[in-house]
T-cell receptor
Framework: NAGVTQTPKFRILKIGQSMTLQCTQD?????MYWYRQDPGMGLKLIYY???????DKGEVPNGYNVSRSTTEDFPLRLELAAPSQTSVYFC????????????????FGQGTRLTVV | DQQVKQNSPSLSVQEGRISILNCDYT??????FLWYKKYPAEGPTFLIS?????DKNEDGRFTVFLNKSAKHLSLHIVPSQPGDSAVYFC????????????FGQGTRLTINP
């Protein structure tokens, strides 16, 4: 039972390069999210998806793109990497809360530490 | 515009004593609150949650209290153990909709033997 899996765990990019952070979950969750965590700060939402084919911007979407072609996968694309995108990125997933269902905790991956130089 | 705030960046507690972590929020639309625990180089893991229809939720050594009128919640850990040393994040969400989490800045809890 893998849960939420992120790859790679670490990456160093040069300014202007691009890359895709991979995220996959095996819990058949409808909702998936990408957060970033800067030092000493809480997690901020970049993009989210409520189901395959549906994505929307979060609080800090600039410089990123996402797609959700399947329930399991939610890749995050960085185009033209900038030093401001140096951060730790977390993918998370959860299920839509149904009638009478109170718990709505999100499950997180282990994170991708990205450095842009 | 910090909708969820944890004003104490760090807290140090003696083993066996009570740890109290605090969190304040400003958005009245939040109706579900969660605490996450994070160890270095790992993702956050869910600890405990509370709905706005309750004022207390207990799970073993962990209890979360919610004061809606003050827009304040707290996490109590009794007794504190060395394995509790971690960063604790408070998060809030509105259940209707996409259940997006808004996080506080985190409090680093250190349990001293």
């Amino acid at each position: 039972n893998a849960g939420v899996t992120q790859t790679p765990k670490f990456r160093i990019l040069k300014i202007g390069q691009s890359m895709t952070l991979q995220c996959t979950q095996d819990m058949n969750h409808n909702y998936m999210y990408w957060y970033r965590q800067d030092p000493g700060m809480g997690l901020k939402l970049i993009y989210y998806s409520v189901g395959a084919g549906i994505t929307d911007k979060g609080e800090v979407p600039n410089g990123y793109n996402v797609s959700r072609s399947t329930t399991e996968d939610f890749p995050l694309r960085l185009e033209l990497a900038a030093p401001s995108q140096t951060s730790v990125y977390f993918c998370a997933s959860t299920n839509r809360r149904g009638p009478g269902r109170m718990n709505t905790e999100a499950f997180f991956g282990q994170g991708t530490r990205l450095t842009v130089v | 515009d910090q909708q969820v705030k944890q004003n104490s960046p760090s807290l140090s507690v003696q083993e066996g004593r009570i740890s109290i972590l605090n969190c304040d929020y400003t958005n009245s639309m939040f109706d579900y609150f969660l605490w996450y625990k994070k160890y270095p180089a790992e993702g956050p893991t869910f600890l405990i949650s509370i709905s706005s229809i309750k004022d207390k939720n207990e799970d073993g050594r962990f209890t979360v209290f919610l004061n809606k009128s003050a827009k304040h919640l707290s996490l109590h850990i009794v007794p504190s153990q060395p394995g509790d040393s971690a960063v604790y994040f408070c998060a809030a969400t509105a259940i209707q909709g996409a259940q997006k989490l808004v996080f506080g800045q985190g409090t680093r809890l250190t349990i001293n033997p």
